[in-house]
């Protein structure tokens, strides 16, 4: 009950937020916001989740993604998978996804134990070296993968519990309630001992470790809370796309995450899912006009970096903040 | 309660601590004093774990810590200042301590457990009356001086009810005036919680003034040890510190 | 998952077995080149450079066209590689340092971008098709026999050549003004400074040094690879492994851990195809645990 009241403010946000997005869903007809909002949902996690390691716990993690695509991948193979379908008939979909993100949760832990001892430099080297290990694995494992062209032939979405993946409505529906639940765990758990723990050792991990933290443990949870948190972006949009796709494992992935928070800010929670919306805009805007995205996306990244030096949201609140006084 | 015994170190070429015994009994007030570079800083991290030595044996209470990691040693009860203050840059100062009397509370690692509770709140204001820092207390600890900088590395050892408190140069970077209001806290703060207070000290005048027992480090070696006046008369402490004028002091 | 037969069959025959090891060895060498300019820019300014694959991109197709215009092998990887480390240059001082000593978040934005800008500019200039230099007039000779295997004198000349540059820029580094005004820099650049040395045009000039390695990599790899917008990303990755196996900073481990690398390939390449990438990584990861400073350094990643 305690914990109710203690965060009642979030509770009050986040129902709110879900009613929005669901009378969005009920009021307008038109499929475009309902994509646009579940790549903001999918997007949206993978960026926040990778702020719970650069902005709370200070880890510049360069390999993100390969989570996502994890999450992804085999939350697809589960279910292309007849066996595992025909043995857990209508939960088949709920079973997959907890799996999924478990098998995410595994991978992380080892990939973790070998990173989260090392410096920041190597930490961001390591982490992108082993996200490419699951590239070129995705990539050659063609039998099972499909290689460049993504998990084919779509994947199933038995219905549960009258809950119809395959029906749009019904899917976006699905995974906005997911969206908000995961936003609201991440809330949390910045507010709690464990996200002041993190703060302690982004700000100073030898003094953190001589008041008594246990530094390396502590990063390897976050490592892997986060990464089950971006393997749950991953399964949004492999239930979007009803597919898997390399590009996802690819690096520029990940480092387009990164973008997105610097865009929306370390340091405020919710920055990075206004970084989502940014850069998201930002790609489907330049992509109409210019056939070179990629050369306009960089040259707006130098801008950013070297001109701002900061994120566009903590820009414009400063500006804000300036005129005011 | 603390003892060391035979502890050897040396980087590369430098040896930074030379055979060196020393001990310190339970609820003493001592000083390590040396010229720059005596190896008084490594001697700590020694101690608290921070580096491991080549040779030599720590004993707390009787128990050997000497191959403890720094977390372990925190635990077991020796709590530690730094000579530059080491802090917590973007928390407020009693966010910091309560962080701080988390970890000694065992629940740092809680995932889902608010860290605005009304316990850790209660007793991170008992601390910062005890500090003397509750008018800064929502400052951030990037912005406090450098004194109250200080105070709260202090504090931020105290939180864990250390039995053996070590302050690395605590008047550092001070001027006269906050460096003897530093020494008033240090004694409050030392009769207060009973612990066993070693210091690092340059200023002469302090280290007279309220140590019990003095130890003069001088190229890693311990040269010296014991109170005021046998310090003042010993005649290699004399030649170490050329040029001061002992006697006057 | 190995493929013992196929690897007994290679090894058991010195044919085989001399075609393999050379062109593990071709294989290491470039590797050599790559990492020793990452590690070398490490090892002095403390920055990885994330974009270091780019150089080496710029370098192959730079050589490409002038090879194209001068039929000139020798001329292509010298342009090739003087390029790459012109815009390696252009690039340190007018993007990178300005982030010096700030966030690695940062650092990693500014290579992120620049690899996404080069990458769709050689798309612009040379196409997005693979591109084939093909073997070079000057060395369409008879291949040598060396114990019944035949190593085309092409693949000679490279693996000589590129232990040349190695050596000498292990002698630049160690032996010359050049090297000791850097090192210095590299510990105290304040120090250096008051000297009267102009401290950033030297750590611009080494930074040149290490892409123009990559680059001369890209160059004198051109005829044995094919060229496309984005191959710098994979050897950027291998010459990481590369710089971690043989820890970072030091450039004679750069040397055995790329030979390491290029045996591994080649051999893998017969005996576990599938595994070959696996097993760069499953080396690294080794290294990382037992030994995380690398092989051939003392110190702390930490
Ligand atoms: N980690 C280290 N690596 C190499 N040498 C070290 C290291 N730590 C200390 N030293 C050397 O050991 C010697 C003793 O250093 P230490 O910091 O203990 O001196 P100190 O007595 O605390 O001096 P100060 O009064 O200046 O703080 C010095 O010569 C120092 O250079
Ligand atoms: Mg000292």
């Known amino acids: 009950m305690n914990f109710i009241k203690f965060h009642k403010k979030d509770i009050y946000i986040s129902i709110i937020s879900l009613l929005i997005l669901i009378s969005i869903a009920l009021f307008i007809e038109h499929p475009w916001p309902r994509d646009f909002l579940v790549s903001i949902f999918s997007f949206g996690l993978l960026a926040m989740s990778l702020n719970m390691l650069i902005g709370f716990a200070g880890m510049v993690s360069f390999g993100h993604a390969a989570f996502f695509a994890l999450g992804a991948y085999a939350f697809g193979l589960l279910l292309q998978n007849e066996n595992f379908v025909m043995y857990f008939g209508q939960f088949s979909i709920p079973i997959a996804f907890v799996l999924s993100v478990l098998i ?107 008041i008594g933290i246990r530094v390396l443990r502590v990063k390897l949870i976050c490592f892997v809370i986060a990464s089950m948190m971006a393997s749950v972006g991953g399964i949004i949009m492999a239930l979007f796309t009803s597919g898997a796709y390399p590009e996802w494992a690819f690096w520029t992935q990940s480092g387009e995450a990164i973008f997105m928070i610097m865009l929306g800010g370390v340091s405020i929670f919710i920055g990075p899912l206004v970084g989502t919306i940014l850069l998201r805009s930002i790609n489907d805007i330049v992509q109409i006009y210019s056939s070179h995205s990629d050369l306009v996306i960089g040259i707006i990244i130098m801008i950013v970096v070297l001109g701002l030096r900061k994120g566009l949201v903590e820009y414009f609140l400063e500006k804000i903040s300036f005129k005011k006084k | 309660m603390l003892n060391i015994k035979n502890i050897n170190k040396s980087f590369g070429g430098v040896v930074a601590t030379n055979n060196v015994s020393l001990s310190f009994e339970e609820g003493s007030l001592s000083s390590i004093i040396g010229p720059n570079g005596a190896g008084k800083t490594t001697l700590f991290n020694l101690i608290t774990g921070k580096i491991k030595p080549d040779s030599g044996e720590i004993l707390l209470a009787g128990e050997n810590i000497t191959n403890l990691s720094p977390r372990e040693i925190v635990l077991k009860g020796i709590g530690r200042a730094f000579q530059i203050a080491n802090i917590f840059p973007t928390l407020t100062v009693k966010e910091a301590l309560m962080a701080s009397l988390a970890s000694r509370l065992g ?31 929502d400052d951030l600890c990037s912005n406090i001086s450098h004194g109250d900088q200080k105070v709260l590395d202090i504090g931020l050892a105290l939180s864990l ?11 550092a970077g001070m001027g006269p005036e906050e460096r003897w209001q530093m020494v008033s806290t240090i004694e409050r703060l030392w009769k207060l919680k009973n612990v066993t207070l070693i210091f690092i000290e340059h200023d002469m005048d302090i280290v007279f003034k309220i140590s019990q027992k003095i130890n003069v480090l001088r190229y890693g070696s311990l040269i010296a040890s014991g109170n005021s006046s046998e310090i003042k008369k010993n005649k290699e402490v004399i030649d170490a510190y050329l040029g001061e004028d002992f006697e006057s002091i | ?65 002038t090879y194209l215009l001068t039929e000139s092998y020798l001329l292509s990887a010298l342009i090739g590689a003087l390029g790459a480390g012109f815009f390696g240059i252009l690039f340190e001082r007018f993007l990178i340092s300005k982030v010096y000593g700030q966030d690695i978040l940062m650092q990693l934005l500014v290579c992120y971008a620049f690899i996404l800008i080069t990458d769709d500019l050689v798309k612009i200039i040379w196409g997005s098709e693979y591109l084939s ?61 008051a000297l009267g040395i102009r401290v950033p045009l030297y750590f611009a000039l080494l930074f040149g040094l290490g892409c123009a390695l990559a680059g001369i990599a890209g160059a004198l790899g051109a005829p044995v690879r094919s060229l496309t917008p984005g191959m710098g990303f994979g050897i950027l990755i291998e010459s990481f492994i590369v710089t971690v196996i043989g820890g970072m900073g030091s450039i004679p481990g750069a040397l055995i851990a790329a030979l390491i690398l290029g045996i591994t390939r080649s051999i893998g390449s017969v005996g576990f195809p599938l595994f070959v990438d696996g097993m760069m990584f499953v080396i690294m990861a080794l290294v990382l645990i037992f030994k995380p400073t690398g092989l051939f350094v003392k110190g702390s990643s930490k």
């Open chain 1, 104 to 210: 995410t949760g595994l991978y992380s832990a080892i990939i973790g134990i070998i990173c989260v001892r090392l410096n920041d430099i190597y930490f961001a080297f390591l982490t992108l070296a082993f996200q490419m290990f699951l590239y070129s694995v995705i990539v050659s494992w063609v039998s099972l993968t499909g290689g460049d062209q993504g998990l084919m032939g779509g994947i199933p979405r038995p219905p549960f519990l009258g809950i119809d993946l395959s029906d749009s409505i019904h899917r976006y529906i699905f995974c906005s309630i997911i969206f908000v639940l995961c936003i609201f765990i991440l809330r949390i758990l910045n507010k709690s001992n464990f996200g002041y723990t993190l703060r302690l050792i982004r700000d100073n991990s030898e003094r953190a470790e001589f």
């Open chain 3, 1 to 65: 998952m190995i493929d013992v037969d196929a690897l007994l069959n290679c090894f058991g025959v010195a044919s085989c077995a001399v075609n393999q090891l050379t062109s593990g060895l071709i294989i290491g060498m470039l590797l050599f080149l790559v990492a020793s300019g990452l590690t070398l820019i490490f090892g002095v300014l403390n920055v990885i450079n994330f974009a270091h694959g780019t150089f080496y991109m710029l370098g192959a197709y730079f050589a490409f066209s």
């Open chain 2, 107 to 137: 629940i740092s690692e809680k995932l889902f457990k608010p860290f605005y509770s009304k316990d850790l709140q209660n007793k991170s204001e008992e601390l910062l009356d005890t500090l003397e820092m509750n008018d800064i207390s």
């Open chain 3, 133 to 193: 230099m093909g073997v070079p007039d000057e060395f369409r000779l008879p291949p040598f026999r060396v114990f019944g295997g035949f190593v085309p004198p092409l693949y000679a000349f490279l693996i000589i050549l590129s232990l040349v540059i190695g050596v000498i820029t292990i002698f630049l580094i160690s032996k010359t003004r050049f090297g000791s005004i850097v090192r210095a820099a590299a510990e105290n650049a304040k120090m250096v400074s």
């Open chain 2, 161 to 171: 009810e250390p039995k053996v408190l070590m302050l690395d140069e605590p008047t």
